[in-house]
């Protein structure tokens, strides 16, 4: 039996607009990091790929490192950049 990491994926703004929506579900492999989950989305999207080095991630509501390891239950969110004036 396969060890999966269930994590639920939050979108925003324009990562939202490409994916069709603002949250789903994804099943990752064991060991699973953020960027797994990165890398799922922009295997459906292929668009996503060019928005990476702007994007910020977060964990369970703390700012999180790309590299950092998911664990099943975990929820992760894309932000993109944000302007203002």
């Known amino acids: ?3 999966r990491t269930r994590v639920r994926v939050l979108a925003f703004a324009r990562i939202a607009e490409l994916l069709g929506k603002r949250d789903e579900e994804l099943g990752l492999g064991p ?3 953020v960027e797994d989950a990165w ?3 922009t295997e459906r999207v292929p668009a ?3 928005l990476r ?3 910020r991630a977060a964990r369970n509501g703390r700012i999180a490192a790309f590299d950092e390891p998911l664990a099943d ?3 992760v969110a894309f ?3 944000v302007g203002g004036g």
Do not use: Q
């Open 1 to 3: 039996m396969t060890v």
């Open 31 to 33: 060991a699973a990091r």
């Open 39 to 41: 890398s799922a989305l």
């Open 48 to 50: 996503l790929a060019a």
């Open 53 to 55: 080095s702007s994007t």
């Open 73 to 75: 239950g975990d929820e």
């Open 79 to 81: 932000l993109p950049p």
